[in-house]
């Protein structure tokens, strides 16, 4: 796949909206701010739930979150899904019945950003995954990496307040949700690998959000067996990582990095240059700190 086959646009005016406002020597400003709209799912003929969403790429958010809930069976037949952008509803239409009321009234919120949701019985798939331990990962892929997704065009750069995601193969940056829940850009990443095809095989994952315990578990489902942060780790992220042996790797900036678990994946072929931290983010709005975007 080339890179950047799916990317954020910032340019894209559903996306954003100016606005003014003063600075901190009490000047009128002009600045972009992120639109967030709410999205109604449903599953068939039942209402699942209400999310907030920047909008862009509501067909694969929608089955991305179905299926990051167990909802979806990875080998479910998809037979429509119907977007209303004016309703601010989408239908996700299978082949196989279902019914999920006894689910949905299990449902607690995260301390995750948007109100993301995770069901009691999220992780009842989990143990029984295993990752690929031939999987692996260069130094030298990770700090490409890095420097293409920082530098890259995105919502982030052009307004912030916003998480981005992406699926990478070896040093290419494959596809590029942004949304402003890290939960949503995750879940249109797994939609779009199920409806277009796309193995876990091979594949890194990238988040700029915190690695968290519904991280590492929504990455484990996906079978992608390395996650990638510039951010940092919750103790019940790495916990479950090193029971999955997930490869977790946080603070990931510039040629610096901190791996928590699955470190046998790792190869050194780049040593960090001295001295060497984070590469500058031009046109950068706003400001992360190492557990990532508020």
Same mark, same amino acid.
């Given at each position: ?83 209303? *952008? *004016? ?7 299978? *082949? ?117 315990? *519904? ?80």
């Amino acid at each position: 796949m080339q890179e950047f086959r799916v990317r954020p646009d910032p340019d894209d005016p559903r996306l954003t909206r100016r606005v003014t406002g003063l600075d901190q020597d009490g000047r009128a400003v002009e600045t972009s701010v992120v639109v967030e709209r709410p999205l109604t799912l449903f599953l068939n003929g039942q209402e699942i739930v209400t999310m907030m969403t920047v909008g862009d790429f509501p067909n694969y958010l929608a089955v991305g979150y179905l299926l990051n809930q167990n909802m979806l069976q990875p080998d479910d037949r998809v037979t429509a899904i119907d977007y209303d *952008e *004016e309703l601010e509803t989408v239908v996700v239409r299978t *082949e196989r019945k279902t019914d999920y009321e006894t689910k949905l009234r299990k449902k607690t919120l995260t301390s995750g950003c948007a109100q993301g949701t995770v069901f009691g019985d999220l992780m009842e798939k989990f143990e029984e995954i295993r990752l690929d331990p031939a999987a692996l990962i260069r130094t030298s892929w990770l700090y490409a990496l890095s420097r293409k997704i920082n530098t890259a065009p995105s919502l982030y750069l052009a307004a912030g307040a916003i998480h981005g995601c992406v699926l990478c193969e070896e040093d290419r940056p494959l596809i590029y949700m942004e949304d402003v829940g890290r939960h949503n850009a995750i879940d249109k990443i797994a939609g779009y690998m199920h409806l277009e095809g796309i193995p876990p095989q091979g594949k890194i994952f990238y988040t700029t959000g915190r690695l968290t315990s *519904e991280m590492v578990i929504k990455t484990v489902q996906m079978g992608i067996p390395i996650l990638v942060s510039r951010s940092g780790f919750t103790a019940w992220g790495v916990e479950l990582a090193r029971k999955a042996d997930l490869t977790l790797i946080g603070r990931a900036k510039g040629r610096r990095f901190l791996a928590l678990a699955g470190e046998h994946r790792i190869r050194f072929d780049a040593p960090a240059a001295e001295g060497d931290g984070e590469e500058p983010r031009h046109q950068r709005k706003s400001s992360l700190s190492d557990d990532g975007p508020a």
